[in-house]
């Protein structure tokens, strides 16, 4: 498999385990979350370390090595990106695999296995037109204050979601314009996402504009953005206004 196939496969076969889990009916509450995270994470780890030995490794679940630093290629996954929503039975929760390359999200799969889906770096899907006034998707229980009031200042509808791959792929496929965070991530929350965001040939940096860098020694990423590329310069500018 090249790594697009494989960043795929495993994130495909780990919504299907996540799914699985869920259904099986043994657990509920924070334990079906706990059950879920562990067991997918099993499955990502294992996989990865057999397909790609020489790889370097990051993922929420596991406890960081620091031998990742010293490679150039280093994956980065989540293996449930909403626990919250995967607990829920609700479809806005997802699966992260990326491969980043001295820093970069080259390539990258996100599985939202409540829809059925996996979007892929290597397998655009025809991104839908954007609508005539802007969709931002925000956090459903929290949203940032920076995000409604870059919203106010645009005009933007707040639409909210759960987790950060789901708000991102949102974006990929049409029913966001603009996906704006400012609350504080940490690279498995958007390394994925990011990945197949560029490869749809959307905007993707921190707020400030300046790309985003991953397999860093801190593993916490503060902001993000993720939107069509026509309005990356509008919503980084007001951005901007608010932190002068």
Avoid at 157 to 164: C, D, F, K, R, T
Wanted: hydrophobic residues 45%; proline residues 5%; negative net charge.
């Amino acid at each position: 498999m090249t790594d697009a196939e494989l960043a795929a496969h495993l994130a495909q076969v780990a919504g299907r385990i996540l799914i699985e889990v869920r259904t099986s009916g043994m657990f509920e509450g924070k334990a079906l979350g706990k059950a879920g995270d562990e067991t997918a994470n099993q499955f990502l780890c294992h996989a990865i370390r057999q397909q790609r030995p020489e790889d370097g490794l990051l993922s929420e679940e596991e406890k960081d090595n620091a031998a990742r630093l010293d490679k150039e290629r280093v994956w980065i996954v989540d293996p449930v990106d909403g626990t919250r929503e995967y607990g829920e039975a609700r479809s806005d929760w997802a699966v992260h695999v990326a491969l980043c390359v001295n820093g970069k999200p080259e390539t990258g799969a996100v599985a939202l296995p409540g829809l059925d889906t996996v979007l892929r770096t290597d397998a655009p899907i025809d991104v839908p037109a954007a609508a005539e006034r802007p969709r931002m998707v925000v956090s459903r229980t929290r949203p940032a204050k920076e995000a409604v009031s870059v919203a106010e200042t645009i005009g933007a509808e707040l639409v909210g979601m759960g987790s950060a791959g789901a708000k991102a792929m949102a974006v990929v496929r049409g029913e966001a314009e603009i996906y704006l965070h400012t609350g504080g991530q940490y690279e498995w929350d958007s390394a994925a996402p990011a990945a197949v965001a560029l490869a749809h040939g959307m905007h993707a940096s921190r707020i400030d504009g300046s790309p985003l860098t991953y397999n860093q020694a801190d593993t916490y990423m503060p902001d993000l953005l993720i939107c069509r590329p026509e309005w990356a310069e509008r919503v980084l500018a007001e951005v901007a206004k608010l932190s002068a």
